[in-house]
């Protein structure tokens, strides 16, 4: 009621602390007197001075002397301030009717202002799952709503819902509630988009021939399609590039769409009596680059050694790859260097929680140190030691192509900085591998620090604290001059079956160097992190180029003429009768030029093979 402080509430009366009051034209009410007919309740937050409700999950809060309320901290503006007067906090009465999402009216007549308390509960749904076919999927409708004020919701109703829709297209399906006060919600639409049934692919192939002569090429024509234009996930079974074996062959295609449907198709080729290649000189001339194939490797030892001359480039290399099962937090490795550096890191996370590792960088300098990162390549974190190192190589070989890791951070003298990110930017949980190949320079000498830590502490407050962690007395580490080895060979290759050997410690030596932290010399076993830069001047017409690793499983990519060939496409070279295709050359003598780095987690040492291609023959 205007000028007092009755209230009624569906007839029955009520007294406010205060009475409605006009103060400069701005008609005010107690707040806590509407709060409490409202249904809802009201705190005070002393320290602040501000009043506070919470309505439907939102906060609104009202500040003494203050012309601005908010709601969840969005403010607004009132038309007056509100004020205590009396122990009894005041605020316009439009703004209370607002903030409450309340309808009102006035009667001047009976000098009276109507409030309705009653507000709409709200419905809304989402349907799933996100693809419909007529006919087939059966649609589930996930729904939410509300109701105001302390009511519930007792009634729902739909327009248009239908467990399955028999044809496709587009419906709309609404949703309304009531709540117990008898007021329905809005209703609430959404368009179901109906596909078409999902149809299943068609499994299709052809071969070039009918018949083929044992050790023929065979080329498949996949014709296989989906009339809904999925991708098809393909699954051959006894497809291979030539047969060896007399008789008829069964090949098998089955292809699935991305809705789970497939088809199968089979073809049946004959191989007759007659031999065009034998396996192995088809395995030469055919094997696509990457691939492997088996061969006797007993004979390798007794190939000749191709001549070359050797020099290096003054690339100083810092190898962290021991202990290379890290049981505790600590300092794996530590080493300052300046000029062109290559960091190698390659550990496993052997504690019971989750790690990070870091390369830390500090300026022990007067002046400003710049490192610029040229090349970098990361794998990891995984449970597999050759793909990490695979993983590494592959991307600092990328790097090199294309220029994707060069970048430029600036220390200030005593500063340090967290520097070849991507190692840090993984957790390493427990039982896994990263391996880290990068090459920076520097413009003064910086001190590089690889460390491991818990994932949740901060690296640089962390390092201070940190121990030195011995060597594992198995794996290799070290700072080691001169990691770039460079071998020309100019004598003509390939007319003859010869070999060129990598990390044997014999025709190609460890690179020497030191371990300060044990302050002994180090000799690098493998020659991981080294990069040969190999030149063969004069590689004979048709010559296969081939890796035969001798001292394990091999794993990782070479660089061959600019382009990145894996050795093996997949899976693993095995020592020594298993060989990774790399190089084939055409009818002329040319020059090849092969970047090889071995990868961590594989197995040194490797052997380039050079021999004649069988001649090829018509078909």
């Not at 709409?120 to 693809?131: G, I, L, R, Y």
């Not at 090349?375 to 695979?390: D, I, N, R, V």
């Not at 600092?396 to 430029?408: H, P, V």
């Not at 594989?602 to 050079?610: E, K, R």
């Amino acid at each position: 009621m205007m000028n007092s402080n009755k209230m009624y509430l569906n007839g029955q009366e009520y007294l406010a602390a205060q009475p409605m009051a006009v103060k400069n034209g701005v008609s005010y009410v107690s707040i806590r007197a509407m709060v409490e007919r409202v249904g809802l309740t009201l705190t005070y937050n002393g320290k602040t001075k501000e009043t506070i409700i919470m309505k439907d999950g939102n906060e609104l809060r009202f500040k003494t002397d203050s012309k601005w309320y908010t709601v969840n901290g969005k403010t607004t503006l009132m038309k007056g301030p509100a004020y205590q007067y009396k122990n009894t906090f005041m605020i316009p009465l439009t703004s209370i009717t607002q903030a409450l999402g309340l309808k009102y009216s006035v009667d001047n007549v009976q000098k009276r202002v109507i409030i309705n308390l009653q507000t709409k509960p709200k419905a809304s749904f989402t349907v799933q799952p996100a693809e419909i076919f007529a006919g087939e999927t059966t649609v589930d409708y996930v729904t939410y709503n509300s109701a105001s004020n302390g009511a519930s919701i007792v009634q729902e109703q739909w327009e248009g819902r239908q467990e399955i829709f028999d044809q496709p297209g587009f419906y709309t399906v609404k949703y309304s509630v009531m709540d117990s006060n008898g007021l329905w919600s809005d209703p609430y639409s959404v368009t179901v988009t109906v596909l078409k049934p999902n149809q299943p692919p068609v499994a299709q192939f052809t071969t070039n021939k009918d018949e083929y002569k044992m050790g023929e090429p065979i080329t498949i024509t996949d014709l296989s399609s989906d009339p809904d234009g999925d991708a098809l996930t393909e699954s051959w079974n006894n497809r291979a590039q030539a047969f060896f074996n007399p008789g008829p062959v069964a090949i098998q295609l089955t292809v699935t769409d991305t809705h789970g449907l497939s088809s199968t198709f089979e073809k049946v080729i004959n191989i007759t009596n007659e031999t065009l290649y034998s396996r192995d000189d088809f395995n030469k001339l055919f094997i696509p680059l990457g691939d492997l194939y088996a061969f006797d490797g007993s004979q390798i030892p007794s190939w000749n050694k191709v001549s070359y001359t050797t020099s290096s480039e003054p690339v100083t290399l810092i190898r962290s790859n021991s202990p290379e099962t890290v049981y505790s937090d600590g300092i794996m490795y530590q080493e300052t260097a300046m000029g062109s550096t290559r960091i190698m890191v390659h550990h496993k996370n052997s504690t019971s929680t989750n790690k990070k590792m870091y390369v830390i960088a500090t300026n022990d300098n007067i002046y400003p140190a710049n490192i610029t990162t040229q090349y970098s390549g990361f794998g990891g974190p995984s449970e597999y030691p050759t793909a990490t190192g695979k993983k590494s190589i592959d991307t600092y070989f990328q790097s090199m192509l294309t220029g994707s890791a060069t970048s430029t951070v600036t220390l200030q003298p005593g500063e340090s900085k967290a520097v070849l990110t991507t190692i840090n930017n993984v957790t390493v949980k427990p039982g896994q591998v990263i391996s880290l190949m990068s090459d920076v320079f520097s413009d003064y000498p910086v001190k590089y620090s690889v460390i491991m830590i818990d994932s949740d502490k901060d690296p640089l407050l962390t390092l201070p604290t940190l121990g030195y962690l011995d060597r594992d007395g198995v794996h290799n580490r070290g700072t080691y001059p001169n990691a770039n080895r460079i071998i020309n060979v100019t004598d003509a290759v390939g007319a003859t079956p010869s070999r060129l050997v990598i990390g044997d410690n014999n025709s190609d030596p460890n690179l020497p160097g030191t371990d300060p932290l044990s302050g002994t010399d180090a000799s690098n076993s493998g020659n991981f992190g080294v990069v040969y830069k190999i030149t063969l001047s004069h590689v004979a017409p048709n010559t296969l180029i081939t890796l035969n690793p001798r001292g394990g499983k091999y794993q990782g990519p070479l660089l061959i003429n600019g382009n990145i060939i894996e050795a093996p496409n997949s899976g693993a070279v095995d020592a020594p009768n298993q060989t990774s295709v790399l190089y084939r050359t055409g009818n002329l003598e040319q020059t090849v030029e092969i970047v090889f780095t071995a990868a961590s987690g594989s197995n040194l040492p490797v052997n380039l093979l050079f021999m004649p291609l069988p001649a090829q023959k018509s078909y």
